[in-house]
């Protein structure tokens, strides 16, 4: 009874641990309303009236029906953006509601609705375009100071809608009516009947222009647009006037800014040569490459405004540089790995070539299987594991595309199944092919001591490790299209100082596809698959035999559980098998839910044996996205029950699952 008590409290200890350190981190200051997300609102009600403002209750009334009208009027609307803060004044009031005229028609037009009627009535008097009464809005607003909320209308008659009557897109250096064949493939999105909305006009002049510059085009323009406005019969006739301009090759390309960070080092960075066929996207791509170099903030590429002598593109690099030192603190918990901490040092420019140097200090705690918070028999400090280390990345040796990399790291680590300690280095030298490619060589050094349910046993390697990496996605940390692929084999051999002989090989890959052209919808994929060769179960270290389970494996179960067990511990497999399949939706531009399964096992022989059993869990998530990335809260429930284990997983961290 004792021990069972002791777990309860703990438990309850730890959890309002928690409780206490989100309330802590909140800001302090003035009590207001919790807003989780933006999804509940905040400032939307008007203050009471004083002497010192004249507050106003504000209502939009549309006649009919319109699209999207009421949207379009509160992005526009100062009355309604400043509705929460009241003017001084009926003089301001009124003026406030006078600017809103203009503003409303405005975007009524965008809309399409050229035959709009908008009335803004304040206190009874109603503002029109072209009739001015605002001294009698303010006259009719002054007595409501300090006495009541002053009530205002925004009224509006859209009228019927005007649709696009006629479409003719001409050569403006030619004047030839330009065809289909000369249109983007997919057409520009705009045919007769459409809404006539400045968003579709504006879309579909961006369409012609960008398939011009996808045609090696740099200044491809819309010279000229003329629409005609038929109000009795609610069309338009438009003619867009395009100025293609000449095909162009990339010229030459200079570097400017960041003058403490060596040119050769940038320039190692950009794939694209010159003589390369113009394209917006290779643009984006120089972009892209350079800002991997850790030492630069940011890099803007400026196209030349003419082309050259030889009918080329020169490019103009401008590139700032980032503040070379940082220290940074991170946290993340999940409810089966356990919390985590981390807590780093990093100088981005440490001999002025772009120089990487990374100190790192990592804690864990395990909380899963047994771990000491959640019993009263153990010392905490047995489940307690660590890291230290220092990585160095010097890039760009001799200014070609070959980078130096070193780490070296002491390490305990601490799972349900084994305990480790040891001290690895690593150093080798990593081939850059293009940003999406490149392959790595080097040695490796690890000493190390592992004990699990079976014994203790110390063991040395001596590696020679071989990896590649290819990365087509469209970005690292919110990806809707492309695939990755990582790949490594590192052979361990007794000739070369190794306590054993063994081949370690890991393969992962990912894919991502968009269902909908704003990427709202997106499938992703992923794979794994890892292979001890040479060396039998018992030879091999337990911290090198692979595991599944865990964030970013098999979420739901315990972290490195799930595996060839003795008495109902999990000491690890010599393969292992592993996928996830998730459908990331976005419910709004910030809020998305993930509906995912993920399933995997490790197996004792060197292959995937399929008679035994792969767990499967399945869950859902939310994500809020952010500048950084989405932050990601996953709730995971195993589909098979094992021994001891939870029956469910909660993760929170940075990032997408894969």
């Not at 403490?260 to 394209?279: A, N, P």
């Not at 603190?329 to 409810?335: D, E, L, N, R, Y």
């Not at 096992?601 to 035994?612: G, I, K, Q, R, V």
Request: no cysteine; charged share 20%; glycine share 12%.
């Amino acid at each position: 009874m004792r021990s069972a008590r002791g777990r309860s409290s703990r438990t309850q200890i730890w959890k309002a641990a928690l409780v206490v350190l989100a309330v802590a981190a909140a800001p302090v200051g003035q009590a207001s309303a919790f807003n989780f997300f933006g999804l509940f609102g905040s400032g939307d009600t008007p203050p009471a009236p004083s002497t010192e403002a004249l507050p106003y209750d504000l209502t939009i009334t549309i006649v009919g029906v319109g699209d999207g009208i009421e949207t379009a009027i509160r992005d526009v609307s100062s009355l309604y953006r400043l509705r929460a803060d009241a003017p001084p004044d009926a003089d301001a009031l009124a003026r406030l509601a006078k600017g809103d005229l203009t503003a409303v028609v405005d975007a009524l037009w965008g809309l399409g609705y050229y035959n709009a009627q908008v009335t803004i009535d304040v206190a009874g008097v109603g503002l029109r375009l072209g009739a001015n009464r605002v001294d009698a809005a303010i006259a009719a607003a002054g007595p409501f100071l300090n006495t009541a909320l002053v009530p205002i209308a925004i009224v509006v008659d859209p009228g019927q809608r005007f649709s696009v009557r006629n479409i003719t897109i001409r050569d403006a250096d030619t004047g030839r009516t330009l065809t289909a064949a000369d249109l983007p493939p997919g057409g520009i999105r705009l045919e007769p009947g459409d809404p006539a909305s400045a968003a579709r006009i504006l879309a579909a002049q961006s369409r012609i222009v960008d398939h011009y510059r996808e045609q090696a085009r740099p200044f491809a323009k819309v010279a000229s647009i003329e629409p005609v406005v038929h109000h009795p019969v609610a069309a338009m006739d438009l003619t867009i006037a395009i100025s293609p301009g000449p095909e162009a090759r990339i010229g030459q390309i200079a570097v400017t800014g960041a003058d403490g960070v060596d040119e050769r080092v940038i320039r190692s960075f950009i794939y694209v040569d010159t003589g390369t066929l113009y394209s917006p996207k290779a643009i984006a791509d120089i972009r892209t490459s350079l800002g991997r170099i850790e030492a630069l903030s940011s890099v803007r590429v400026r196209e030349g405004e003419a082309l050259d002598a030889d009918g080329r593109l020169p490019l103009t690099v401008e590139a700032t540089e980032r503040l070379p030192r940082a220290f940074g603190v991170s946290a993340q918990f999940s409810t089966t790995d356990g919390p985590s901490t981390r807590v780093y040092w990093t100088h981005r420019n440490l001999f002025g070539g772009a120089e990487v140097l990374r100190l790192e200090a990592s804690a864990f705690y395990l909380t899963e299987g047994g771990g000491a918070l959640f019993s009263n028999r153990r010392n905490v400090l047995d489940d307690m594991g660590g890291r230290i280390s220092a990585s160095f990345l010097k890039p760009a040796l001799g200014g070609t595309r070959n980078d130096f990399l070193a780490d070296a790291r002491v390490e305990r680590d601490r799972t349900d199944g084994y305990d480790s300690r040891l001290v690895n280095v690593t150093a080798g030298i990593r081939h850059r092919f293009s940003d999406s490619f490149s392959i790595q060589g080097g040695v490796e050094y690890e000493r190390g001591l592992v004990k699990d349910i079976t014994g203790k046993r110390d063991y040395r390697l001596v590696g020679l490790p071989l990896s590649l990496n290819f990365d087509s996605t469209d970005s690292r940390l919110e990806p809707t299209h492309g695939f990755r692929v990582t790949g490594g084999v590192a052979p361990y051999l007794r000739g070369l100082g190794s306590s054993i002989d063994m081949v370690v090989s890991r393969f992962n890959a990912s894919t991502y596809f968009a269902l909908d052209d704003r990427a709202r919808y997106v499938i992703a994929a992923r794979i794994g698959f890892g292979s001890i060769l040479g060396a039998s179960l018992a030879e091999v270290p337990t911290n090198r035999r692979f595991f599944a389970g865990g964030g970013g494996s098999v979420r739901g179960y315990a972290f490195r559980s799930l595996s060839p067990t003795v008495k109902g511990r999990p000491i690890g497999g010599r393969s292992l098998l592993e996928g996830s399949l998730e459908a990331r939706i976005r419910v709004t531009d910030t809020i998305g839910v993930v509906p995912f399964i993920d399933a995997g096992a490790a197996f004792a022989e060197s292959y995937p044996d399929f008679n035994e059993n792969i767990r499967v869990a399945a869950g859902l998530g939310l994500r809020y996205y952010t500048g950084i990335g989405p932050i990601r809260l996953d709730v995971a429930i195993p589909l098979t029950r094992e021994h001891g284990q939870r029956g469910y997983g909660i993760y929170l961290g940075i990032g997408q699952a894969f």
